[in-house]
C-alpha cells in the first residue's frame, strides 16, 4: 500500500521478473522509489508504472526517484521489475503520498522577506505577484541550507505561463525588466527528498 514501510523485491533467478501492485485514486498524487539496486549496474533494472487499463506512464532505471505524480486513474496500480540481460538480486522499492504544494498566495515587491515552509517531500511551493511591463526587478533566495548546494529550483514564470527563469539555492536574480502586465508567479520545487524552509524577497530597481 501507498504510504508502507520499504519493501524488499528479490529477484532470484535468470529472466525472472517481479511485480506488485496498489491501490490509488484520480488526483491522488504520489512518488516511489527504488534503492539498493547495486547488482544491477547503472542501468540493468527496469522499472515501469502501469495504469489500471494497461497503459504505461512510467519507466525509470535502477535506484531512481518518480518525481510527484499525479494519478489519472482509479483503480489497481502495478509496478513491474524488468532486470537486463542475465542480472539477478534484490532493492528495495517505496511508494508515498503527497500532499498539496504549499500556495502562499500573493505577495508584493517590495515588501520584507516571505519565509517559505516546505514540509513533506515532493511538495512545491509557490506565490504570486503583480507586475507591470518595464518595471524592473530583483530577487534572492537566502537561508536555504537544508537544500545543500543545488538541490532548491526555482523559477519565475510570466502571465502567459512562460518561464522567464530558473535559479537554484541561495541566489540573486540580477535586474529583470518585466515584459508582460499581470500575474506573475514563483515556483519553488525542491529535488529529491529535500524539504526545508528558507527566504525570498522581491523588490523594485530604479
Do not use: C
Not at 542480472?87 to 500573493?106: E, H, N, Q, Y
Not at 537544500?147 to 519565475?156: D, E, K, R, S
Not at 510570466?158 to 506573475?184: C, F, I, K, Y
Amino acid at each position: 500500500a501507498l504510504d508502507d514501510p520499504a519493501r524488499v523485491v528479490q529477484i532470484g533467478a535468470v529472466g525472472q521478473n517481479a511485480s506488485l501492485t496498489f491501490d490509488g485514486t484520480v488526483g491522488q498524487r504520489i512518488q516511489m522509489k527504488v534503492t539498493d539496486a547495486t547488482t544491477f549496474g547503472s542501468t540493468g533494472l527496469n522499472w515501469f508504472l502501469y495504469r489500471p487499463d494497461g497503459s504505461r506512464p512510467v519507466h525509470l532505471r535502477n535506484n531512481s526517484l518518480l518525481d510527484t505524480f499525479e494519478l489519472d486513474q482509479t483503480g489497481t496500480w502495478r509496478v513491474v521489475f524488468d532486470p537486463d540481460a542475465e542480472l539477478t538480486g534484490s532493492f528495495k522499492w517505496r511508494a508515498w503520498t503527497v500532499p498539496p504544494d504549499v500556495d502562499l498566495g500573493s505577495a508584493a515587491l517590495d515588501d520584507p522577506a516571505r519565509v517559505v515552509q516546505i514540509g513533506a517531500v515532493g511538495q512545491n511551493a509557490s506565490l504570486t505577484f503583480q507586475g507591470t511591463a518595464g518595471q524592473r526587478i530583483q530577487m534572492k533566495v537566502t537561508d536555504a541550507t537544508t537544500f545543500g548546494t543545488t538541490g532548491l529550483n526555482w523559477y519565475l514564470y510570466r502571465p502567459d505561463g512562460t518561464r522567464a527563469v530558473h535559479l537554484r539555492n541561495n541566489s540573486q536574480m540580477n535586474t529583470l525588466e518585466l515584459n508582460q502586465t499581470g500575474t506573475w508567479r514563483m515556483v519553488f520545487d525542491p529535488a529529491a527528498e529535500l524539504t526545508g524552509s528558507f527566504k525570498w524577497r522581491a523588490w523594485t530597481v530604479p
